[in-house]
């Protein structure tokens, strides 16, 4: 990795594209300083040390704006619409024909999809700013009193603009580094988000060690080891693959022969990558951020009452039923999201088309077949991997309740790392198109 960046910035060209990449990410890190004016940040700060724990929504929310949305600043909301955006783009490409004859219409067609994206990610980045508004004001109490109703108002727009605002900027510098930079820029900006956070988790692990040095020493050195081989576990995953052999069959057109050639069909183990995480995430963190707007009784008189506590106990981030049920749903939506992006019937028929086949698998359906049997084992594979990595920083805030800090540490590291390796795999793509010698050479 190290010798593949060293080598990029020798070339005059790719040097210019990661400097313009690194002085996106560095406004993209001073916006998340700059303050939304009308609002107190201590008391955010100080609701959101309370309130934003527990693997909740807002936890995750404030990770992956690395941290601003804690201190409310102008990327409170960072690329959290725009993921959104493309999550219900994706998931409606493969349920509406409009969409998905747009997909198929190539460049054209996807640049056509990507404005219905920014779109929507708008509308988004619209209502949860509307929304985080009314959090600030009903639930924090943050917002200042302008004392009448008429500069109630005018106080309530300026903020949701500056949410909006600095979400659409966010989106703007993401597409700046896809043009200009080395590209994947949505993801590289959720890339130094994330970064970001790093050194509030190990500024945590370094207090406790400080405070119970002979408990606390050996114990962060034991999680340091893990994240290691956490990641050395990662990057094992995403470059393991599955290889199916195909075979095309002779032909002879004339005085020549095309065909004979044996290939073969990649399936990545992880090609659903952190999605599922997400989408899991999002469905167990309900429970949680409903007790943000319905704390639970104290004492609970009636039954609903008594029920409703019980449902909340239950997923309670330090609840093995939430574990177990996470990892069932993670597991749930890889296989879903995979069913969306794989179709065994339509390789068939472009092997059908192309001569090509299974070596000892006849062509049609018996060859969709063997191919959906490969992906459903390959699938559960990848699910499981995903589901361990998300669940194991659970299981450490299990068994310490002050290492609650680390509860995204799974998810968040499978980001980084996976981003990372995509980068590398950019730049690697860069060098070979400079260094590849023409036909004319």
Request: proline fraction near 4%; hydrophobic fraction near 50%.
């Amino acid at each position: 990795m190290f010798k593949t960046l060293r080598d990029a910035w020798s070339i005059a060209e790719i040097r210019k594209k990661l400097l313009y990449t690194l002085l996106m990410l560095l406004i993209f890190r001073l916006g998340s300083a700059v303050v939304v004016p009308f609002l107190d940040v201590s008391t955010v700060n100080t609701w959101m040390e309370t309130n934003a724990t527990g693997g909740n929504f807002l936890e995750y929310l404030d990770i992956i704006t690395g941290g601003a949305l804690k201190q409310a600043t102008v990327f409170s909301l960072s690329i959290t619409p725009y993921i959104n955006a493309s999550i219900i783009m994706q998931l409606l490409t493969y349920a509406l024909p409009p969409l998905e004859r747009l997909r198929d219409e190539g460049e054209e067609g996807q640049k056509k999809l990507n404005k219905i994206t920014a779109a929507v990610a708008l509308a988004l980045a619209a209502l949860m700013s509307v929304a985080y508004y009314l959090t600030l004001k009903n639930q924090m109490g943050a917002v200042v009193d302008g004392g009448s109703k008429l500069a109630n108002v005018f106080i309530a727009c300026v903020i949701v603009a500056s949410f909006i605002a600095g979400t659409s900027i966010v989106v703007w510098m993401g597409n700046r580094i896809n043009d200009k930079g080395i590209g994947n820029g949505i993801s590289m900006l959720l890339f130094a988000g994330i970064l970001a956070r790093f050194p509030v988790m190990a500024g945590t692990l370094t207090e406790l060690t400080k405070e119970n040095p002979q408990r606390y020493f050996f114990e962060s050195l034991g999680i340091l080891v893990l994240f290691i081989a956490m990641i050395a576990f990662i990057v094992f995953m995403n470059a393991s693959e599955r290889r199916i052999p195909i075979q095309y069959a002779k032909r002879v057109v004339g005085r020549k022969q095309y065909g004979g050639q044996s290939t073969h069909i990649p399936i990545k183990i992880c090609m659903s990558g952190v999605m599922p995480i997400i989408f899991a995430m999002s469905f167990m963190s309900l429970p949680s951020t409903i007790v943000l707007f319905r704390p639970i009784y104290d004492d609970p008189q009636t039954w609903g009452q008594s029920f409703y506590n019980g449902f909340i106990n239950f997923f309670n981030m330090s609840s093995w039923g939430y574990a177990a049920i996470y990892f069932i749903l993670i597991i749930a939506f890889n296989y879903f999201y995979v069913a969306m992006q794989y179709n065994p019937i339509e390789i068939a028929n472009n092997l059908r088309q192309s001569n090509g086949g299974i070596p000892g698998i006849r062509p049609g359906k018996p060859t969709s077949d063997y191919i959906q049997r490969v992906l459903s084992k390959i699938t559960f594979v990848g699910a499981f991997f995903l589901g361990i990595i998300a669940i194991f920083p659970i299981i450490l805030t299990k068994i310490d309740q002050n290492l609650d800090s680390l509860a995204m540490g799974g998810t968040t590291v499978l980001i980084v790392v996976s981003v990372a390796l995509e980068t590398v795999r950019t730049l690697e793509s860069e060098m070979m198109m400079r260094h590849h010698r023409g036909f004319l050479e």
